[in-house]
């Protein structure tokens, strides 16, 4: 991959400004987010071929609101401004930017008044989706109008001669059909980057800096067997092989057979260094009598720490390197322009708070990558579908599904419910439609009827959502005959569960997971 084959995309605070990233290197071509003051001459050192500047929730009038430098523009590398980041071009250029009449929240119908290399084979007119409370009302000197709306007359602008274009709705969200086109428009026919952002790639140029970094040292993983921590061992082991050892706590919170497939995967398949913990009894014993959610993902989270601890310092003899799975949008957030200059990576991870005199140096393979990417790597790998398309799981495990006490045999319910639940799901074809599905353990009982005798047993909700982030999501319409299979095996197979009941709320107001 060429070094200088990148987008910057500056950030002024929007909600979606990953999104701009998500698409661009859906594209194959390379970009990361900085901070909104970047000072231009480090930015033309890292010589990117486009610059993209972010919307924003302030007005760029606002005597505090978020402001690149002017000299930004003057780099003479192309840019895009996007809503707030519109506006900004438009007054570095003379314009006026004023608080309009009316806002505009939703889809709009652009028409395309001129040829641009930005609307390259876009419909005229065109679906997009709008997000401004201000709008610019002159076009700046030297740029022409290219696109229009009913509320919008200046929708779309550009300079030629200075490869500056701007818009002022958003190309990067789903609500504006093209809007990937117009991005890849901006990246391939302006900015003239290469396609070139590749997993397979990414992987081979990865495992040669590992090597190059940790030379003959030795690393120590938390693995979890969640899709991070799983594709961070693959890497690794590929690059140092036996320098890497895996530590996996056993909560007793896991998934049904989960410790099992860890342990015949990365154990026995893979043949790396993996330390098993038994742990169970430990936490359940910490965890008797404590209901409240948040009680219960401090001791979790506290108990892991200690047990994670005591295991490495055992290896810290040996061990120099600390790996941890930690994402681009972990990283995203750490130099968001709301959250101050630190560019701190937060402590975000279950061995976040290790203590001091584990003095491990960090090591982690994945922080340039989204979450999709990430699962492309692992294919890359040859880790099984099963752990590459694994679902999100929470840190506190089941714990966290358990609503009330936690004790050994609501665990047993809950883990063969949940088993049914995957089972079913995971023999559709469309299962991979489905963003998360688990089952929860409800703190009532309800009275049935099984045979002639009368029961009064638990309840298990079942929840399956569709979502493209996480950030909002929609409950999936299972169809019936599945939910028929789901109900009927559960209370058939799960002693003790005589009632299924399906979650059909939405995010927000209600979350994903129920604690």
């Known amino acids: 991959m060429d070094a200088s084959n990148w987008i910057a995309i500056l950030d002024f605070g929007s909600q979606v400004t990953q999104l701009i990233a998500r698409r661009i290197r859906e594209g194959n071509i390379y970009c990361e987010i900085l901070r909104f003051d970047i000072d231009p001459d480090e930015l033309k050192k890292r010589n990117p071929k486009g610059i993209i500047l972010s919307g924003g929730p302030c007005s760029v009038n606002e005597t ?244 994670f601890s005591k295991k490495a310092r055992e290896l810290s003899k040996s061990v120099s390197f600390l790996a941890q799975g930690t994402l681009y949008p972990d990283v995203i957030e750490s130099i968001s322009p709301i959250g101050g200059p ?63 006490d936690i004790t050994s045999e609501r665990i047993h319910i809950l883990q063969k419910a949940d088993l049914i639940v995957r089972e079913e799901i995971l023999d559709m074809s469309n299962h991979l439609d489905v963003w998360q599905y688990f089952a929860v353990l409800l703190p009532i009982r309800s009275v049935g009827v099984m045979g002639d005798d009368r029961t009064y047993d638990n309840v298990i909700t079942v929840r399956a959502v569709e979502s493209l982030d996480g950030m909002t999501a929609d409950w999936f319409k299972l169809p019936y005959d599945v939910m028929d299979k789901i109900s009927n095996r559960i209370i058939n197979e799960v002693r003790g569960v005589n009632r299924v009941c399906y979650d059909i709320s939405s995010k927000p107001p209600s979350t994903i997971e129920w604690e």
């Open 64 to 307: 505090n609101s978020p402001h690149c430098s002017n000299k930004i523009f003057d780099l003479g590398i192309p840019i895009l401004g996007i809503c707030y980041g519109l506006q900004l071009t438009a007054q570095k250029f003379n314009s006026n930017v004023k608080t309009g009449k009316k806002h505009e929240y939703g889809k709009a119908l652009m028409r395309i008044t001129k040829d641009s290399l930005l609307f390259k084979n876009i419909s005229n007119p065109s679906k997009v989706w709008m997000s401004h409370g201000d709008k610019v009302t002159k076009i700046p000197e030297g740029f022409e109008l290219i696109a229009e709306s009913d509320n919008c007359p200046i929708a779309a602008i550009q300079n030629t001669k200075l490869n500056i274009y701007g818009v002022q709705f958003h190309p990067e969200v789903v609500h504006t059909p093209e809007g990937k086109k117009i991005l890849m428009n901006f990246a391939l026919n302006i900015c003239k980057c290469v396609e070139d952002w590749e997993m397979s790639k990414f992987v081979e140029s990865s495992i040669k800096s590992i090597k190059e970094y940790v030379k003959e040292e030795h690393v120590i993983l938390g693995l979890s067997g969640g899709v991070d921590s799983s594709v961070v061992a693959a890497i690794l082991h590929k690059a140092i092989g036996n320098q890497l050892h895996c530590v996996y706590v056993d909560n007793g919170l896991m998934r049904l057979n989960e410790t099992d497939e860890i342990k015949e995967l990365f154990g026995n398949a893979f043949g790396i260094d993996l330390h098993i913990i038994d742990a169970g009894n430990l936490f359940l014993n910490k965890l008797n009598g404590v209901s409240d959610p948040e009680k219960k993902r401090k001791i979790i989270g506290s108990t892991f720490i200690d047990v």
């Open 342 to 404: 630190s560019a701190t990576i937060k402590s975000h991870h279950n061995v976040g708070g290790l203590p001091e005199d584990l003095k491990f140096k960090l090591i982690e393979p994945l922080r340039e990558l989204f979450k999709d990417e990430v699962r492309l790597v692992g294919k890359e790998l040859n880790l099984p579908d099963y752990v590459v398309n694994r679902q999100p799981f929470p840190g506190p495990g089941l714990a966290v599904r358990i609503i009330g």
